[in-house]
């Protein structure tokens, strides 16, 4: 690491120096103040820094309690100022490095001439949204605000929440260029501080110009073992990253993001969401069962469909058949291709749906439904039986939130139809059992990914496939941590 | 892994032609056979499955396989056998014994083996299969929609599966019956569509009686009241109408359900025998009689009546079995096989001819009438009582 360049004493030097640092960029902000004996100067970027809080506060503190003590030593006067300027968050530079990356940060610094080190003050203008409604992660009941760009205030999300001298957070730094913040969340007393080191251990040897969002992160957190389905939830809901810290996993904060990583993400997650504990126990059952199904129909529907109907016709019942048959009448290509431009354009159609401005978004919805539906079918391109398959089953796969989730239910949707396209059902037994192995074989963290289903637990069940209710769930799920594991007091579940 | 293994058995469904009803006749020079083909092209596009129109093929060939082959070279597609639901066969062919088409039937590995097994009597096979329904979209359809319904409600006909036939020829000491089919009315007009524009079709098909097997040789048909009978004491029916003469000129009605049936075997020196117990419940259906029905002595006596008339369609059933086919359809030889397989042995070849005949069957029938309706008495009285107490 190369040498850090000291502050000089020379004020105007410092000045130049910053400038000259950043090429003399224009929204670098300098002002000199002569005194009687001294001579002050500060200096922020006007991007990032509040104009207001400067003038409010800065100047007024800076004239009202220098002006008397015009004819104090240099000393004396950073002294003075360190002591009584009104500001809450306070840091001393002395090196160039370090003062950018304050001044970067909204900081404005006083340099005092003929010191060596300056006076750093917060003075960060508000440059984010402001704590908005779920947008990704909706939900009936429940708290509706999400994390935002601002890393202080995703925090505070989380603070206010568990006001628990137990959450501990541990920051690190990532990227050469950006500086990113990185904070790790998680309840000292219930996860084991040997997870911890292993996390920050990981993030401390990351060495990248920059992070610019937490998919960095995750991608650097699992690279050994290559997966399809997600290893860590990303939410952006404060309440479920808190349900789960309270659950003794561990949240991973990144500076301007506005997802959160849990760590453990096993696969059960992925079928639970925030809603489920706000909501009668028993009709969460049915809705989880309905998750299980879906995930089920749109990983094996259109496999099914052609297995069935170019290897295995026996098993349609007759009048199913022969529906099927008619329906496929005067369709020119053979049902494999058919299916595949069905998923294809309907991938194509909720691609362009993302990135589409909203103003249009209504005639690609017509375009859709028009081409996709109607004309192809009317046309004799495709047959009304395939597009009620596929409809079904990108219908399903929207019951997931989570983007890598979906998208890897897509990439097996598409394995088994290819395997079934060449071997029937064969194929699709065989591509089943590779498909479960696969994600048998998966561990995170040392917890199995298929956790409570294999191993199968009875004791975790209960909040797996059924959700018991609250006083059944005395303990902590043990699966990933072991320590301090009693949820409820100890004659709560008598109540 | 995949790409070595090609496409092995890829069939897209539109190249095939998916056979529900075979129908197997006799001609001169061999046989005929011909398949009802369900998923037939019509002229406009079409998505639905009752507007698609069936087909049928016919080949003739000295074998069923030959004549199956010369379909081969009419039908543009392949034809598919695994959906066939009705396989019709002649009378002449059931005469002449039935093995011979049981044989390429069952040796199909893509056939399902749940297909129905009827006969005709004296009637093309190949015509059923022509005549179209009013109701259902394929005549394979509605003859077994009507074969499922009838033996449930009416237990004249009764639904026997290809393997269950099968089963009962190959099995010693039963022979297998088979419901009918007939064509009524004219059966080149029953093929076209001009038939079904007519709010009362003039060509229709009806099920009709149970034709008896022995071994598997047709031998002869039973009438209604037997079929019922043989149903009843089989064990396959599950609602029967039971009618009897109340006084007079008037009759009762009773529709019998929850029917029980327990066969009682003996075997008392080396003389067969046995007791059939039934046992099943009624509800009044009809009655034009004066019974009051309130009283318990009355309702007996009626009940009774109906025993007695149920009591007489078993007997006739196995009498028709006995005496006029020499036919043991009941299996109460498969009896003595399986319990006393030592004295089957020796009279095997004649339990037929010389032991079946002459078996002591007796009857132990009783009946529960349990709902009389909604009526206490007939409707003149209930009328007359009304009256009165309007005065």
Not at chain 1, 359 to 378: E, H, P, Q
Request: charged share 25%; aromatic share 8%; proline share 3%.
């Amino acid at each position: 690491m190369k040498e850090t360049k000291k502050l000089y004493k020379n004020l105007q030097k410092n000045i130049d120096t910053v400038k000259a640092m950043n090429g003399n960029s224009c929204d670098i902000n300098s002002r000199i103040i002569h005194l009687k004996k001294n001579t002050l100067a500060y200096m922020n970027i006007e991007s990032v820094a509040s104009d207001d809080k400067v003038s409010d506060f800065l100047m007024r503190s800076l004239r009202e309690d220098v002006k008397d003590e015009i004819k104090l030593s240099t000393k004396k006067v950073y002294q003075h100022l360190k002591n009584t300027i009104l500001n809450s968050k306070m840091r001393t530079v002395e090196d160039f490095d370090n003062l950018f990356y304050f001044l970067a940060s909204g900081f404005t610094i006083i340099f005092i001439d003929g010191n060596h080190s300056a006076i750093a003050l917060e003075t960060k203008s508000v440059l984010d949204r402001g704590v908005a409604e779920a947008n990704d992660e909706k939900n009936l009941r429940g708290p509706k605000d999400s994390f935002t760009e601002n890393y202080m205030m995703n925090l505070g999300l989380i603070r206010k929440r568990i006001k628990d001298s137990n959450l501990w957070i541990n920051e690190t730094m990532i990227g050469r260029r950006t500086k990113t913040k990185v904070g790790v969340a998680y309840l000292q007393d219930v996860v084991s501080q040997e997870k911890i080191k292993k996390i920050v251990d990981r993030l401390e040897k990351i060495d990248i110009d920059g992070i610019l969002d937490c998919g960095y992160i995750l991608e650097y957190l699992s690279p050994k073992q290559y997966t399809d389905f997600p290893k860590a939830v990303t939410t952006e809901r404060p309440d479920l990253v808190c349900g789960s810290i309270l659950d003794g996993k561990i949240a991973i904060i990144v500076e301007n993001s506005p997802y959160v990583i849990v760590l453990p993400g096993l696969f059960m997650d992925f079928f639970q969401t925030a809603d489920d504990y706000y909501q009668k126990p028993s009709n969460i059952s049915l809705s989880r069962a309905l998750r299980f199904l879906a995930f089920l129909i749109t990983i094996t529907t259109p496999a099914l469909y052609i297995a069935m109907t170019t290897f295995n016709q026996e098993i349609i019942p007759d009048r199913l058949l022969i529906s099927i048959a008619v329906q496929r009448e005067g369709v020119p290509i053979p049902t494999i291709f058919e299916i595949l431009i069905l998923i294809t354009t309907f991938e194509i159609l909720r691609e362009s749906d993302i990135r589409i401005p909203s103003a249009m978004g209504s005639s690609i919805s017509i375009v859709g439904a028009l081409v996709l539906g109607d004309a192809a079918v009317n046309a004799g391109i495709v047959s009304p039986i395939v597009v009620i398959v596929v409809a079904m089953t990108s219908i399903s796969g929207f019951l997931f939130t989570d983007i890598d989730f979906i998208n890897a239910l897509r990439f097996w949707r598409v394995v088994f139809l290819l395997a079934s396209a060449f071997m029937g059902l064969v194929g699709f037994v065989v591509i089943g059992i590779i498909f479960l192995t696969k994600l048998c074989s998966l561990e995170i963290m040392g917890t199995p990914y298929l956790i409570p289903f294999s191993p199968l637990d009875q004791a975790i069940i209960k909040d797996g496939l059924i959700r018991r209710s609250r006083n059944k769930m005395k303990y902590r799920p043990d699966f990933f941590t072991k320590k301090n594991r009693r949820r409820l007091g100890a004659d709560q579940s008598e109540i | 892994m995949f790409l070595f293994t090609g496409c092995f058995d890829y069939k897209e469904l539109d190249d095939l032609s998916i056979v529900t009803a075979v129908a197997i006749d006799k001609v001169e020079s061999g046989y005929e056979i011909s398949y009802s083909i369900a998923n037939a092209k019509k002229a406009q596009v079409s998505s639905k499955e009752g507007e698609s129109q069936t087909t049928v093929f016919s080949g003739v060939g000295p074998t069923l396989s030959e004549a199956m082959r010369e379909i081969d070279l009419k039908n543009p597609r392949s034809t598919y056998l695994g959906h066939v639901s009705v396989i019709v066969m002649s009378s002449d062919i059931a005469k002449e014994g039935v093995f011979k088409v049981v044989d390429l039937f069952m040796r199909d590995p893509e056939s399902r083996k749940k297909f129905f097994f009827l006969i005709t009597k004296d009637q093309k096979a190949k015509d059923v299969v022509k005549v179209l329904s009013p109701l259902e979209a394929f005549p394979s359809q509605n003859i077994v929609i009507n074969l499922q319904n009838s033996s449930t409600n009416q237990s004249i006909s009764t639904n026997i599966g290809y393997s269950q036939f099968v089963r009962s020829v190959l099995r010693p000491g039963i022979n297998p019956v088979l419901p009918s089919i007939i064509i009524s009315g004219d059966s080149e007009e029953g093929a076209n569509m001009a038939n079904l524009e007519n709010s009362e079709p003039k060509t229709y098909i009806e099920l009709s009686n149970l034709g008896i097997f022995k071994n598997d040789k047709l031998v002869g048909f039973a009438k209604r009241e037997e079929s019922r009978g043989i149903n009843i004491i089989n064990g396959n029916a599950k609602n029967v109408i039971v009618t009897t003469k109340c006084d007079g000129t008037n009759f009762a009605n009773a529709n019998i359900t929850n029917i029980h049936v327990d066969r009682d075997y003996q075997l008392d020196k080396n003389q067969p025998s046995v007791n059939i117990k039934v046992s099943a419940e009624g509800s009044l259906q009809e009655i034009n009689c004066a019974y009051n029905l309130l009283q318990p002595k009355e309702l007996n006596k009626l009940t009774k009546k109906f025993e007695s008339s149920l009591q007489d369609m078993l007997q006739s059933a196995i009498s028709i079995a006995q005496n006029e086919y020499k036919s043991d359809i009941f299996g109460f030889g498969l009896y003595f096989y399986r319990h006393h397989p030592n004295y089957f042995k020796n009279v095997q070849n004649l339990w037929d001819d010389d032991i079946f005949p002459y078996m002591e069957v007796n009857f132990d029938v009783s009946l529960k009438l349990e709902t009389k309706g909604s009526l206490n008495d007939t409707v003149q009285k209930e009328e007359d009582i009304r009256n009165e107490k309007a005065n």
